[in-house]
C-alpha cells in the first residue's frame, strides 16, 4: 500500500479500513521471518514509534481489536494465507501488525503471568485455567491462529500501555501496589509483544506512515 489518507476521526471511527494482501508459507520457516521474536520492545519518550519500522513489506496492515483476539489472530492468518494462494504476493512482502486494548490484552501475557494474575476468571477463559488460550490452538480458529506461532512468522502485536495500566489497578486492589503490579504485567507480556504508551496514537502514527488500518471490533 504506497499511501493513505489520515483523517481526524472518533476513537473507533479510523476511516482507513482497507482490504490487505498477504501471503502464507508454512509456518515457523527461517526464510520469511521479518521481525524475530525476543523481548518485548521498549518504548521511549524518544521513539515510541520503533516498532512500525518492523513493517517492511509490500502490503503493510494494522489490524486492530478490542474485544476478541481470537478474531484478530484468525485474521492475520487469513491473510498470511490467502494473499500467496490467491494474489500471489509472497510471504516476505508481506507484513501484519495486531493492535490490541480493552479485553483483547489478556491474551498477550505468558502463562505465568496469566496463572499469577488469575485472568482466567477477568477474561471469561473459565475458572481455574492455567494457560492462556491464545498461546495454543483452539478449536474454533485455524491450528496455525496463534500468538506464538503468528510471532514467529513476523506479526507484530501492539498492547495498550493505558489497558495495562488499567488491568494493573483492578489487579493490586490497593493503590499503593498499582505500580508495583503493573510493572510485573508489563514485564509478563509474551516475547515479541510491543507495549505502546497509547494504542490509538500508535494506530494514527502507522496510518500516517501508510500502513492500511482495519477495525475488527
Request: hydrophobic share 45%.
Amino acid at each position: 500500500m504506497s499511501s493513505i489518507t489520515t483523517l481526524p476521526v472518533g476513537r473507533r471511527g479510523f476511516l482507513a479500513r482497507l482490504s490487505a494482501a498477504g501471503a502464507a508459507a508454512l509456518l515457523g520457516a527461517p526464510t520469511l521471518l521479518r521481525a524475530m521474536p525476543g523481548k518485548p520492545i521498549a518504548t521511549t519518550p524518544d521513539d515510541p514509534d520503533a516498532w512500525i519500522a518492523r513493517l517492511t513489506g509490500r502490503d503493510r496492515t494494522l489490524l486492530h481489536s478490542s474485544e476478541r483476539l481470537l478474531v484478530a489472530l484468525a485474521g492475520a492468518h487469513g491473510i498470511l494465507r490467502d494473499a500467496t494462494h490467491d494474489y500471489r504476493v509472497p510471504e516476505r512482502e508481506n507484513s501484519v501488525a495486531i493492535a490490541a486494548h480493552g479485553p483483547a490484552i489478556g491474551g498477550l501475557f505468558t502463562d505465568e503471568t496469566w496463572r499469577r494474575f488469575a485472568l482466567a476468571e477477568r477474561y471469561a477463559a473459565g475458572t481455574g485455567t492455567t494457560e492462556n488460550p491464545f498461546l495454543r490452538p483452539q478449536s474454533d480458529a485455524p491450528p496455525e491462529a496463534t500468538v506464538p506461532g503468528l510471532v514467529a512468522r513476523g506479526v507484530v502485536f501492539v498492547v495498550c500501555n493505558v489497558a495495562v495500566r488499567n488491568l494493573a489497578r483492578r489487579v493490586a486492589g490497593d493503590p499503593e501496589r498499582v505500580d508495583q503490579v503493573h510493572r510485573e504485567l508489563t514485564a509478563g507480556v509474551v516475547p515479541g509483544v510491543v507495549v505502546v504508551p497509547n494504542v490509538f496514537v500508535a494506530i494514527a502514527h502507522a496510518q500516517q506512515r501508510g500502513v492500511s488500518y482495519i477495525h475488527l471490533d
